[in-house]
C-alpha cells in the first residue's frame, strides 16, 4: 500500500470516526431539542441559517482549495486567500443581516430575522478559522480536524440543549451555534502557526486573478451545493409553511446524515490524496472510493428507510411524529450521493472545475422544478422532487466521468453491487417488525432496537457474500490502518 494511499485511509479514519461521533452527539442533540422547541419554531431558526450560511457559501470562491492546491507557488498563496476570504466575508455577511427581513416573508418565515445576527456572527468565527484548517488538510494533518467537530457538536448540543430548557426558545440554538464556532475555530488555529496563514505578504495582482480563475467555478460548485442541499428547505416552506418545514427538516437531516458525513469527509480527504497521483491511478482511486464509500453508506441510509416508524415513533414527541413518512422517502433518495462526493473530487483533482459547476447548477434546477412538480401532491409527495434532483446528479456524473475515460462497467459495478445485500437486510428489519408485532410486541423501543440488530446481523455476511471484492478490500483497508 503506497504511502500516500495510508495517510488517505488513515485521514479518512480520523475524519469519518470523529465525523461520526460528531454527527451522533448532534443527533442526540437534535432529538432532545424537539422535546423543547416545536416544530414552528426550529423552522424560523433553519430559515435564517439558510440564508446566513447561503451568504457565507456564495462568497467562498473556493479559496480554502486554492490554498491546498497552490501552496507549493510561494508563501504568500494563503495570506492572499485569507485576506481575500474574510473581505468577502463581511460583506456577504453583512447584506445577509440587511435583508433577512424582507427575505423571511416570501417564506412564510415572518420572524427569522431575529436570529439572523447572532448567526452572522457565529458564521463569521467559524470563517476566521477556515485558512487554518486548510493548512492542516494539505499537511494531511485531519486529527486536529476531526477533534475540533467532535468537540464542537458536543460543545453545541450541551449549550443548545441547555438553554432550551431554560426557555430560550431559537435563541438556545443561535448562541450554541456562536459557542461551538468560537470552539472549533479556536482549536484549528491552535494547531497551526499564524505565520502559515496571516502572513504577512506582498499580495499581487497575479495571484488574484489566478485565484478568480482557479476558485470562481469552484466556488459556484459549493454554494449551488449548498443550495441543492438547503433551499429544498426555503421552497418546502413557501408551499407549506414553517411548521410542515421544521418536519421536513428534521427528517432530510436524519436521512441524509450517513451520505453527507461520510461522503463529505471522505471527500476532504480525497481531494488532497487525488492531487499527489497521476494518470490512471485517480481512475482506479475514484472506483475504489465509490464502491467503498457505498459499501458504508447504503446499508445506513437503506437502513433508515426500513426502520424509520419505530425510528420516529420510539424518539420523538407527539407532535414530531408527521417525520416519520418524509424520513422514509428521503433516506431512499439521498442514497446516491457518494457517487457524488468521490466523483467530484475526482474531477476537481483534474481540474475540471467548470463540469463540476455546471452539474451542481443541474442538479439545483432539477431539485427546485421536481419540488415545484410534486409540491401540490403533498408534502410527503414532494420529497420525490428532491429525488429528482439527486437523480440528475448521478446521471450527470456519470457521463463526466465517461467522458474522461472512466470505465462504465468498473463504475456500475462499484455503484450497485453494495446495494445487493442490502436487500436481505430490509427483508430481516421487516420481518422481525412483523413477527415481534404478531406475538403482541409494540414498544417502539424494542421494535428499534430488535430491527436494527437484526438487519446488522443480515447485513455483514450478505456483504462478503453479494459484494465480496469490495467488503474485503474496505475490511483490508481497516486492518492496514488499525495495524499502524
Known sequence: MGEHVKKAVRGAAWTIGSSMAARVIGVVGTLLITRYLDPDILGEVTAASIVVVSANLFSNFGLGNYAIARHKDGPDVTFACTVVYLTLGVFALGAAWLWAGEFGAVVNAPTMGQYV???????????????????????MRFGPIGISMAVGELTYTVVSVGLAMNGWGGAAIVWANVVQSTIMTGIVMSQVHWREWLGPHKIRLARLKDQAKFGLPLGLVAATHHAS??????????????????????????????AEQIGEQVGGVLFPSMSNVDGESKKRAL??????????????????????????AALLTEEWQGVAPVLSALSLVTVVQPVGWAAGSYLLAKGHNWALSVQEFIKLFALAGGLMLFAPYGPVWACAGVGIGFLSQALVYFYLLHRDGVSMLALCSAVFRPILPCIPMVAAVYATRYGLQALDIHTPIVLLLAEVAAGAIVFLPSAFLLSGPIARDFFGLVKSALGR
Open 117 to 139: 445576527p447572532g448567526l452572522v456572527l457565529s458564521t463569521f468565527i467559524r470563517r476566521l478559522g477556515h485558512m487554518p484548517d486548510k493548512v492542516l488538510a494539505r499537511q
Open 229 to 258: 442541499t438547503t433551499w429544498d428547505n426555503l421552497i418546502y416552506s413557501s408551499y407549506f409553511g414553517v411548521n410542515q418545514m421544521g418536519l421536513y427538516n428534521l427528517g432530510y437531516k436524519l436521512a441524509a446524515m450517513p
Open 287 to 312: 472506483i475504489r472510493s465509490i464502491g467503498l464509500m457505498a459499501l458504508l453508506v447504503y446499508p445506513l441510509s437503506i437502513g433508515i428507510f426500513a426502520v424509520s416508524d419505530s425510528l420516529v
